[in-house]
């Protein structure tokens, strides 16, 4: 198991899916086991199948990076949140409590 620097609860429709976390090795997206267990649950993307296995990435997963704001968008997270455009990590729990779609990142889980 991994060390990590920080960890994102990610959440599909309110409902706990598992986490993503910052490590040493690059990242890494494990879904909850009783998320799994429920039949009507959905993957996070379709790029991130369920699996009860991790996923690990040397780069922040592209499901994941796609969900961070582009443009003056992240001009104005970045200045309001007093966080690095480059920290991707940091962007994506700050901005993406509530974005578009279903899938919503925490920096604490519910």
Same mark, same amino acid.
């Given at each position: 198991m991994m060390e990590a620097y920080r960890t994102a609860y #990610? =959440? #599909?429709r309110e409902a706990f899916a598992g986490t993503l976390k910052e490590t040493d090795y690059g990242y890494s997206f494990? =879904?909850?086991d009783e =998320?799994? &267990?429920k039949n009507d649950s959905t993957a #996070?993307? /379709?790029t991130l199948p369920k699996r009860e296995e991790e996923y690990t990435s040397n780069f922040?997963?592209?499901f994941f990076?796609? /969900?961070i704001p582009e443009g003056w968008l /992240?001009? #104005?997270v &970045?200045?309001?949140w007093k966080k690095d455009k480059n920290d991707r990590f940091g962007i994506l729990l700050v901005a993406c409590r509530d974005p578009i779609g279903n899938v919503s990142i925490r920096e604490v889980r519910l």
């Open positions: #990610v =959440y #599909v494990k =879904y909850d =998320y799994l &267990a #996070v993307s /379709l922040l997963f592209p990076d796609g /969900l /992240l001009n #104005v &970045a200045h309001n």
